[in-house]
């Protein structure tokens, strides 16, 4: 009888303790899913202020100014900057503070040569399957760059252009194909917005090659459609570089001559 007290009074008095700690693992539990909610705003709000072309490359993130731009505490907003570093659009210097990375030119080469290969495989698996939804989503994008071409904004370009990119991936189905084509874009999107005002024409061109692509698709030809995102992909490389040249050895090639750089320039 004395066991059998023993017993019951130590399973009782474990259920009264768990019973005690279930309000606070509830709060628990639900505080870890507001920060991670608040988390993730805070992150898709810098990320899309590095997209646009609001941040650039060498800018300083402060957490106070963020917290309190997004009226959040500062707990998120310093788990959503180690979020960014993960995902290789900011660096942490220590003694210093948060910054937008820098992608060099190598850099930028080596995830060119990665997203060809992602969007090469995407044309052929979206080829045999694209639908009416896709391809009206895809046509809307087009018209988008067609519109932004006509008023010569390159901000709304560049966003049609990414969410086209974007979209023929994600209409694939394919998660894991999915999740790195994003982290990639994330990394080029600090680097390649300079490559569309290379040359005066580059938008006309790239929106050239984006109609292709989708013609190409829409005709079920997967290898035509993941020959013209090679060469387009391959493009876009090229135009990466011609804008990393000094403004002479562009002239050189052009046969225009630089137009000489003010003192302000020079300052700059």
């Known amino acids: 009888m004395r066991l059998l007290w023993r017993i019951t009074h130590i399973d009782v008095a474990k259920n009264v303790e768990m019973t005690e700690n279930m309000p606070n693992a509830a709060v628990d539990a639900i505080d870890v899913v507001r920060r991670h909610s608040l988390t993730t705003l805070v992150r898709d709000a810098i990320e899309r202020q590095i997209a646009d072309g609001n941040l650039t490359p060498g800018d300083k993130l402060n957490e106070a100014d963020w917290a309190a731009r997004l009226q959040v505490s500062r707990g998120p907003v310093r788990e959503a900057f180690r979020?960014?570093?993960?995902?290789?659009?900011?660096?942490?210097?220590?003694?210093?503070?948060?910054?937008?990375?820098?992608?060099?030119?190598?850099?930028?080469?080596?995830?060119?040569?990665?997203?060809?290969?992602?969007?090469?495989?995407?044309?052929?698996?979206?080829?045999?399957?694209?639908?009416?939804?896709?391809?009206?989503?895809?046509?809307?994008?087009?018209?988008?760059?067609?519109?932004?071409?006509?008023?010569q904004d390159e901000d709304a370009y560049t966003r049609a252009n990414v969410a086209f990119h974007d979209t023929i991936v994600a209409a694939t189905g394919n998660g894991k194909l999915?999740?790195?084509?994003?982290?990639?874009?994330?990394?080029?999107?600090?680097?390649?917005?300079?490559?569309?005002?290379?040359?005066?024409?580059?938008?006309?061109?790239?929106?050239?090659?984006?109609?292709?692509?989708?013609?190409?698709?829409?005709?079920?030809?997967?290898?035509?459609?993941?020959?013209?995102?090679?060469?387009?992909?391959?493009?876009?490389?090229?135009?990466?570089?011609?804008?990393?040249e000094p403004a002479g050895e562009r002239s050189m090639?052009?046969?225009?001559?630089?137009?000489?750089v003010s003192t302000d320039e020079e300052r700059a």
Request: glycine residues 6%; aromatic residues 4%.
């Open 178 to 244: 999915y999740e790195t084509y994003r982290r990639l874009v994330g990394e080029l999107n600090l680097f390649r917005r300079a490559a569309l005002v290379a040359h005066d024409d580059a938008m006309e061109r790239s929106l050239d090659e984006h109609r292709a692509i989708l013609a190409a698709l829409a005709a079920r030809d997967a290898e035509h459609a993941a020959a013209l995102m090679r060469a387009h992909v391959n493009g876009g490389r090229q135009r990466a570089h011609q804008a990393c």
């Open 253 to 260: 090639r052009s046969g225009v001559p630089a137009a000489p």
């Open 83 to 151: 979020a960014l570093e993960q995902a290789g659009l900011v660096r942490t210097e220590k003694n210093r503070g948060v910054f937008v990375r820098t992608v060099t030119l190598a850099e930028a080469d080596e995830i060119y040569a990665v997203r060809a290969v992602l969007e090469e495989a995407a044309c052929r698996m979206l080829a045999v399957c694209l639908d009416g939804k896709q391809f009206a989503t895809l046509r809307g994008l087009l018209e988008s760059m067609q519109r932004a071409l006509a008023a």
